[in-house]
């Protein structure tokens, strides 16, 4: 199983320089396990693209569709208090923002115990040197 950031994501969703690597890898068959709040962050970002007119409504309609999907077979990470305690250690650990650091502590949450080549996707360049720190082997390779 891999944990998949929310911006990892999207490029499932809509085409685009990180679609290709994106998709092999979900097409390597594993599970995907994601944070309870990625669905909420990948329409931000689809609604975001087409404010700024790089997909067209009707494209944001058939990335939702494919978000759907993905969504009915992944794994949520749900919140919790241990969620936001380990966050919150994350914060003072790494250069994170909340929204990151929730979602690498629902990785380490989702994890358990010590790393054991646990996968971490995710194309943002701050949360992969946290989730490289943690001991998550990083998606896809540099």
């Given at each position: 199983?891999?944990?998949?950031?929310?911006?990892?994501i999207v490029p499932?969703?809509?085409?685009?320089?990180?679609?290709?690597?994106?998709?092999?890898?979900?097409?390597?068959?594993?599970?995907?396990?994601?944070?309870?709040?990625?669905?909420?962050?990948?329409?931000?970002?689809?609604?975001?693209?087409?404010?700024?007119?790089?997909?067209?409504?009707?494209?944001?309609?058939?990335?939702?569709?494919?978000?759907?999907?993905?969504?009915?077979?992944?794994?949520?990470?749900?919140?919790?208090?241990?969620?936001?305690?380990?966050?919150?250690?994350?914060?003072?650990?790494?250069?994170?923002?909340?929204?990151?650091?929730?979602?690498?502590?629902?990785?380490?949450?989702?994890?358990?115990?010590?790393?054991?080549g646990a996968q971490?996707?995710?194309?943002?360049?701050?949360?992969?040197?946290?989730?490289?720190?943690?001991?998550?082997?990083?998606?896809?390779?540099?």
């Amino acid at each position: 199983m891999r944990f998949w950031d929310s911006k990892a994501i999207v490029p499932l969703c809509v085409d685009g320089p990180e679609a290709p690597p994106t998709r092999a890898l979900l097409r390597a068959g594993r599970s995907m396990a994601v944070w309870w709040a990625t669905r909420t962050e990948c329409v931000s970002a689809l609604a975001r693209q087409v404010r700024e007119g790089s997909i067209a409504p009707r494209g944001e309609a058939q990335a939702r569709a494919i978000l759907t999907a993905l969504g009915q077979a992944w794994s949520e990470v749900q919140p919790s208090e241990a969620v936001r305690t380990l966050a919150e250690r994350l914060l003072a650990a790494h250069e994170l923002r909340a929204a990151d650091a929730l979602q690498l502590a629902a990785a380490v949450q989702w994890r358990g115990g010590p790393p054991t080549g646990a996968q971490f996707v995710s194309f943002d360049g701050r949360l992969r040197g946290a989730a490289y720190a943690e001991g998550f082997a990083l998606l896809p390779a540099d």
